[in-house]
């Protein structure tokens, strides 16, 4: 009389390994158009009609962003602060006298970071 090895591992035929080929996979039960989107989003593929049809543009709004913040990150670093409170807004005239150089540097700053936002902005909508 035979006894029932102790444990499974005892015994490499007690539980037959299936093979690759008898598991259904997910892939088998798709249509070719949802394969070929199954691939394409697997893959890191464009994801937004914009980045399918003007590639060109999505890099161009990754460069101008990533430019844009080395400007951004710079100015900043080059301002001096202010130390100035409330006090000194009140001695202001109806023209504007000539920006020095802090205050071209400060305006400059402020176009830059507006076109910053914006380009933000562009490089979240294409999908990049």
Do not use: C, D, N
């Amino acid at each position: 009389m035979a006894f029932p090895p102790a444990s499974p591992l005892a015994s490499p035929m007690a539980f037959p390994i299936a093979s690759p080929l008898a598991v259904p996979s997910a892939a088998a039960t798709l249509s070719p158009e949802q394969r070929s989107a199954l691939t394409e989003y697997a893959l890191g593929g464009p994801k937004t009609p914009l980045a399918m049809h003007a590639p060109w543009l999505t890099h161009l709004f990754a460069g101008l962003f990533i430019g844009l913040a080395l400007l951004l990150v710079l100015l900043l670093a080059v301002q001096t602060t202010k130390q100035e409170s409330l006090g000194g807004l009140g001695g202001r005239t109806a023209f504007r006298p000539r920006l020095g150089f802090e205050g071209q540097l400060a305006r400059v700053t402020q176009v830059v970071a507006t076109l910053f936002v914006i380009t933000a902005t562009l490089v979240s909508i294409s999908g990049i």
